[in-house]
Structure formats: C-alpha cells, structure tokens
C-alpha cells in the first residue's frame, strides 16, 4: 500500500519564482492537510481540504499561497513571487476523516535563494 | 486559543533508561484529540496515538506508554527500557472537534545514547 507520496522532494528556486508542490494522498482518504515546518519547529498548519473544498485555509500566510485539490484526491500547494521567508520543509498528510490520524508524506525542501 | 507546549527542548538518555517526555496544552473545547508523533532523523512524521477528551483511560504499547490528566491539561509520553532507534524527535498535536487544523508543539528532540 502506497503511502503519501509528494514531489518533488527539493526544489530550489529564486527570489519572485513561482513554484507548485504535489501532494498524492493515500487512496480513499478524504482529508488533506498542507503545512510548513521550518528548522526545529513543529508543523505549522496550513490548510484543511475535506474532499474537493478547502474546509479551512485560514493557516496560509497571505495571498501568495494557494492550494487545490480539484478532484478530491491530488492536491497542488502554489507560491507565487516566493520569498526567502518561504523557505522551509512543506509536508502533506491525508487521512480517512478529519477524526483519524493523519499519514505524513516525506515533505518538499523549499529552497528561495 | 488552542496551544501545545513541549517545555523539553532537548533530552539525552542512555540506553535502557526510561524517559517521559512531557505536553501540556490548551483548548477552550469540551470536545478535542490529542496526538504524538515521531519524526526519525529520515524526517517522515509517524503517528503513534491518538486520545479523544472523554477517553482519559492511560494506554500502554509495548515500550510505549501516555497518561493523560484532564485536570492539568497534560498528555505525557513515556519510553520504557529506551533504545536507540528511539531517538528521534517527537511532537505532540491538538485538534479540535472539527478537526479543521492541527496544533502543533515544537518538539522535543530525543537522543538514546548507546
């Protein structure tokens, strides 16, 4: 069974680049989270899709980022003109309903020199 | 608000000693879920429990053991016999009834030295 997977695993880009992550989520799992964590953090929520709709993006900083998820399974975290503050490990995690624990994917290392 | 707090930044052990890694928290729901995670130095968080408010019942794993007292808002994370593949970081989450976002403590880093 395959579990989170998100790509890509690095991506280093520049200063006012646009970039998108991917998230595939466990087969069947409805819930899917987006957060950040940066160096000895803990995850910091982003947003909450709960199917196709975003259930609760109230964690995205501002309106640089964006996220979809358009047929409930495969999710796309967008950062338009990405700054260094942006840099951090993004983490994707699904699960069955909002109730059960959530499945960690390995995270996308941002890198905006 | 709801907050996590992991007082314990870092925590060093020597093998087969037991240690406690501590949580406390706070929500203004009746209704929530408390969660620990590891996070090995591969990075990819595991979960290893979760607790729903109206279940205060302690439970034992293996090694494993987490005891938590509503009335000090804590859930504190035992090891037992440590070993080394224990070392890793370990954070400990709050969701409330909607489960809409998840709290996150900072973590506490653990070293099991051989």
């Known amino acids: 069974g395959a579990g989170v997977s998100q790509t890509p695993s690095n991506k280093v880009t520049e200063k006012g680049k646009y970039v998108e992550l991917r998230c595939d989520p466990i087969?069947?799992?409805?819930?899917l989270y987006w957060y950040r964590q940066s160096l000895g953090q803990g995850p910091e929520f982003l947003i909450y899709?709960?199917?196709?709709?975003?259930?609760?993006d109230s964690g995205l900083p501002n309106d640089r980022f964006f996220a979809v998820r358009p047929e409930g399974s495969v999710s796309t975290l967008k950062i338009q003109r990405t700054e260094r503050g942006d840099s951090a490990v993004y983490l994707c995690?699904?699960?069955?309903?909002?109730?059960?624990?959530?499945?960690f994917g390995p995270g996308t290392r941002l890198t905006v020199l | 608000a709801q907050k996590v707090t992991q007082a314990q930044t870092e925590i060093s052990v020597v093998e087969k000693e037991d240690v406690t890694l501590d949580c406390v928290y706070e929500?203004?729901?009746?209704?929530?879920?408390l969660f620990w995670y590891k996070q090995p130095p591969s990075g990819e968080l595991v979960f290893l429990i979760r607790?729903?408010?109206?279940?205060?019942q302690n439970e034992i794993s293996g090694r494993y053991s987490w005891n938590f007292q509503k009335s000090t808002s804590s859930f504190n994370f035992t090891i037992t016999a440590s070993q080394v593949v224990d070392s890793a970081v370990y954070f400990c989450?709050?969701?409330?009834?909607?489960?809409?976002?998840?709290?996150f403590g900072t973590g506490t880093s653990l070293t099991v030295i051989p």
């Open positions: 995690a699904s699960s069955r309903s909002f109730y059960n624990e959530q499945f």
């Open positions: 899709f709960q199917g196709t709709g975003a259930a609760d």
């Open positions: 929500t203004r729901d009746t209704t929530y879920y």
């Open positions: 607790r729903n408010s109206f279940d205060e």
């Open positions: 989450a709050l969701s409330d009834n909607t489960g809409n976002q998840f709290y």
């Open positions: 087969s069947g799992h409805t819930a």
